[in-house]
């Protein structure tokens, strides 16, 4: 993975809300905005943004995903550091763009932008050095680590700031480790095996009765809220941004 | 016509040749790969029974002990190699010895001392060699297998071991009886191979 | 619409065998876990260093494969070489017919499932007995392995002592002890009237010619003991260079496979027996196979040779749990089999291309591997070669349109804002079909297309 410290970490962001954020999940998307305006950034957010390309990359359709990727790298040119509220977007663009790009003439284009991608947490706690976050939220949260971070510093970080707030308990439940069966269109191309694995989480997860489910990527809140949902026994799910702008809501 | 290695070999050219820059061989320090735990002055000795009796193997410094374990266990026959004529005399007094071993008698030997070529103290391993045992059988073949292992042939890492191999056509390092866990993942001391695995150390 | 077989198998997968195979993987990642984690300070690192001598060991495989046959030869072996797994057969069985070997023991050896050795050589009127107890008990039952290390993780002892029972080794008796006894007692006169044992090996040191073998039961010491021919089945990406590899390669292959610092037996073969010692081979062969491997070699895919076969991958897959090792319809299951079996398959690869999309790209594997191979790349590598080959995928909805989408953002931005793609594509190309599969165990959030974007558009104009 693409290392945290030469990664330029200045203030003047441009903002990647992903696309779904612009889909489903709007609130998180301004919980974002919120955040990083609290953390002193100036956020350009460029209109023309869609899509990150994943789902096609994951397809094996790498020229549409390549296409995809040509106009977001196009969208996002320049040098200001590009923030994600997604481990999985994020990990598209300094992991997954350069593979599917390298036989592509213009792998630097490709290369410049994952150079500057940060994952929002892995931004706040090590590019803009924040070990604590302000203001208090009183919960017990079960904290689901997205398997596109592992490797990189973005759960660690994300950890970090949820257990710095004053009232968050951040309880450990069963095969944390283990993936909550999302994977992208895998979620329809394997319906059972996903439902199944997505269950045998909600199991672990539900036997330590946190009031809040909280993630980095809103795929696995989708598909964890969407499985309990459905089971009849609904879960309260929220991106990490949501606790930091509720606790910062309750700042004095 | 091309024969198998001529094919073989120049796929693999064929495959390689686009490679820019093939991967550098990495150096491997010595100690790399040391357990963390070594103490670094070990009393190998000591270390090496800590490990060889927490892989399963029961080490015996004294022949007293060693007697009185095989009486306790009944076996009905133990070999011994006939150069070891204090052994065999000691035994002999207590129990039925015999200094031949044959495929004949494999059933009937239930128990074998023999030499081990060195130990490895950070692994608990008996190092048991050709050269070391006079029949291979009669290290693998009965219940009980003793190694007569001397204090100063044990290495204290498997690294020192490795770098220490001796030229030998087969050198099999033993930690523990054999055993299986294919029935339902339940561990099964004593398949194939000894089922009780003893050193004596001297 | 049709279902990929990976998940049909599991849906249909007796529950008891699914928690069977569950349960004994998560002990088996535990086990791994905790033996690092007592031993090393950094694993991890340890780890990348295997990773780079494999590398290394298949990116040189023209010389160290040349300096192992010289070693080999060096030793007193014979060395051979067959470039199709029927070529391996032939060459097997040719060794044992000019010997005049008629009953042969194995010991357990994937390459040998892969050519499936035991089945030509009962064509032949070879006898060939499996003497590592999962793979025997596989091979009475006519059955597969479903792990590569634990090969009968998917039976329980009932299904054993039955099998046992109609083998006529004894009784009905499922108690484990009593079922290992039996298969002790039963292997003992099969080793000592075999007139050749077959191996595998775990690696081939090139500078000193000698084989390892990593085991735990002693089966095949026996087969190295009793018989009086030798024959080692090998890939040829099993070459290392030296023994001072094996320092790093052995400290992790027990500990990665089952949480052993070493196994109980691990075995340095270096040539055949003296001729004057009374056990041991006194003729000693070693065929190295092709079957497809230099063809990995020269693909995108080559990472995978590294592959050292401990089974750490399989074990804390999650659709491994999941759907078990007969999900895979092949020799190799799990991460390391979605990208093996595939390319193993040659020119039959769209048999098997939608293993690697029985993935969710967790990356679980390549957290464990020994020898640090980066699986999801692989993975996501073969699904580009099936999608350019046009192989089709029941499930995957298809790409083009989403390019399209995704890259026009005028269009992009109109379908967030009404409501998705329904006002501009005609249902029945909406991907309406990939839709059903998620909503029957899953509802969807409320669509909110369009409302981040004004939101932040009005914020700005403030």
């Given at each position: 993975m693409t290392p945290t410290i030469s990664k330029p970490n200045g203030r003047k962001i441009q903002l990647m809300a992903t696309c779904l954020c612009d889909a489903f999940f709007d609130n998180v998307a301004k919980a974002t905005v919120e955040v990083l305006e609290h953390a002193g950034c100036e956020i350009e957010f460029p209109e023309n943004q869609t899509c990150c390309g994943q789902p096609a990359f994951n397809c094996g359709d790498w020229t549409a995903s390549r296409q995809v990727m040509r106009h977001t790298a196009n969208v996002f040119k320049g040098d200001k550091p590009v923030i994600v509220p997604s481990g999985s977007c994020a990990a598209m663009l300094f992991h997954g763009a350069p593979l599917e790009f390298e036989?592509?003439?213009d792998l630097g284009t490709i290369n410049d932008l994952a150079g500057r991608t940060w994952e929002i947490a892995d931004y706040l706690?090590?590019?803009?050095?924040?070990?604590k976050w302000p203001g208090r939220f009183q919960a017990r949260i079960a904290f689901h680590r997205a398997c596109?971070?592992?490797?990189?510093p973005s759960g660690a970080a994300a950890m970090q700031l949820l257990e710095s707030i004053e009232g968050i308990e951040v309880i450990p439940f069963g095969e944390?480790?283990?993936?909550?069966?999302?994977g992208g269109t895998f979620s329809v191309s394997f319906p059972h095996v996903s439902s199944s694995m997505g269950c045998l989480k909600l199991e672990h997860i539900t036997a330590v009765n946190p009031d809040f489910v909280v993630s980095g990527d809103m795929s696995c809140m989708m598909h964890l809220g969407g499985l309990a949902e459905r089971g009849g026994k609904p879960i309260k799910t929220l991106h990490f941004v949501q606790i930091l702008q509720a606790a910062l809501q309750n700042h004095a | 016509m091309n024969t198998s290695r001529e094919t073989i070999f120049k796929s693999i050219r064929d495959a390689l040749s686009p490679i820019k820059e093939r991967a550098a061989r990495p150096s491997v320090p010595r100690?790399?790969?040391?357990?963390?735990?070594?103490?670094?002055?070990?009393d190998s000795i000591a270390l090496f029974k800590k490990q060889a009796t927490a892989s399963g193997t029961l080490c015996f410094t004294d022949l007293e002990s060693l007697a009185k374990w095989l009486e306790s266990e009944k076996t009905r026959l133990l070999f011994i190699p006939s150069e070891f004529k204090p052994l065999v005399d000691f035994f002999s007094s207590r129990m039925n010895v015999t200094t031949e071993y044959t495929r004949a008698k494999v059933d009937e030997i239930d128990a074998c001392i023999t030499p081990a070529a060195a130990g490895i103290a950070e692994s608990g391993t008996i190092v048991i060699t050709d050269e070391s045992t006079p029949d291979r059988l009669a290290a693998l073949a009965p219940w009980y297998h003793i190694a007569l292992l001397d204090?100063?042939?044990?290495?204290?890492t498997i690294g020192d071991a490795l770098a220490a191999m001796?030229?030998?056509?087969n050198i099999i390092w033993v930690t523990g009886p054999s055993k299986t866990a294919?029935?339902?993942g339940i561990l099964i001391q004593g398949?194939?191979?000894?089922?009780a695995q003893a050193c004596l150390i001297v | 619409m049709p279902e990929q077989k990976v998940d049909s198998y599991a849906r249909r997968l007796d529950r008891p065998v699914q928690q069977a195979v569950h349960d004994n993987s998560a002990a088996g990642t535990e086990k791994r876990y905790g033996s690092l984690a007592k031993d090393f300070t950094d694993a991890d690192s340890l780890r990348r260093l295997a990773g780079a001598i494999r590398q290394h060991s298949i990116e040189n495989l023209d010389t160290y494969l040349e300096q192992a046959e010289a070693s080999l030869t060096r030793n007193g072996a014979h060395v051979h070489y067959a470039v199709t797994a029927d070529d391996a057969c032939r060459a097997v069985s040719d060794i044992l017919k000019k010997a005049g070997a008629k009953k042969i023991v194995k010991s357990k050896s994937m390459i040998s499932e892969e050519i499936h050795l035991n089945d030509h050589l009962a064509t032949q009127g070879i006898e060939s007995v499996e003497t590592d107890l999962g793979e025997y008990i596989i091979q009475i039952d006519g059955d597969h392995p479903?792990?590569?290390?634990?090969?009968?993780?998917?039976?329980?002892r009932r299904d054993i002592a039955r099998s046992f029972e109609r083998e006529g080794?004894?009784?009905?008796?499922?108690?484990p002890q009593t079922i290992t006894r039996r298969a002790r007692d039963f292997m003992r006169g099969k080793y000592l009237g075999a007139d050749a044992g077959i191996t595998g090996a775990n690696f081939v040191v090139a500078d000193t010619g000698r084989l390892v073998l990593v085991t735990n039961e002693g089966n095949s010491r026996f087969c190295l003991a009793a018989p009086r021919i030798h024959i080692a089945l090998v890939g040829?990406?099993?070459?290392?260079?030296?023994?001072?590899?094996l320092t790093v390669l052995l400290n992790l292959l027990g500990r990665s496979a089952?949480?052993?610092?070493?196994?109980v037996y691990t075995e340095f073969i270096?040539?055949?027996?003296?001729?004057?010692?009374?056990?041991?081979?006194?003729e000693m062969h070693v065929i190295f196979m092709d079957n497809q491997r230099s063809e990995i070699l020269a693909?995108?895919?080559?990472?995978?040779?590294?592959?050292?076969?401990?089974?750490a991958c399989l074990n804390v897959c999650p659709i491994y749990r999941q759907a078990?090792?007969?999900?895979?319809?092949?020799?190799y299951p799990g991460p390391i089999g979605a990208v093996l079996s595939p390319l193993l398959a040659?020119?039959?690869f769209k048999q098997l291309a939608d293993l690697p999309k029985?993935?969710?790209?967790?990356?679980a594997c390549n957290e464990v591997c020994p020898v640090d191979i980066p699986i999801p790349d692989l993975l996501l590598r073969l699904r580009n070669k099936a999608h350019e080959e046009h192989l089709p995928s029941p499930g995957t909805p298809p790409m083009a349109g989403f390019g399209i989408l995704a890259s026009s953002p005028s269009i992009w931005k109109i379908a967030m804002k009404t409501g998705g793609l329904s006002s501009l594509v005609p249902l029945e190309k909406l991907p309406l079909p990939y839709l059903s599969p998620w909503l029957k165990t899953r509802t969807l959030p409320g669509w909110r297309g369009g409302q981040f974007r004004s939101w932040m558009k009005s914020r700005n104009k403030k």
């Open positions: 036989k592509e003439s706690v090590n590019g803009l050095g924040i070990q596109h971070t592992r490797g990189t944390a480790e283990q993936c909550c069966g999302f | 100690g790399v790969a040391d357990a963390k735990w070594l103490p670094d002055e070990a204090r100063a042939d044990i290495h204290r001796p030229k030998d056509p294919d029935v339902e398949v194939h191979g000894p089922g | 479903s792990h590569i290390v634990k090969p009968i993780i998917h039976k329980n080794l004894g009784d009905y008796n499922d108690d040829i990406e099993k070459v290392i260079p030296s023994d001072s590899e089952t949480g052993q610092q070493l196994t270096n040539g055949p027996a003296r001729k004057d010692r009374p056990s041991g081979p006194e693909s995108n895919c080559r990472e995978i040779l590294r592959c050292i076969r401990c089974g078990t090792g007969h999900a895979y319809r092949s020799v040659g020119k039959n029985a993935s969710s790209l967790c990356g």
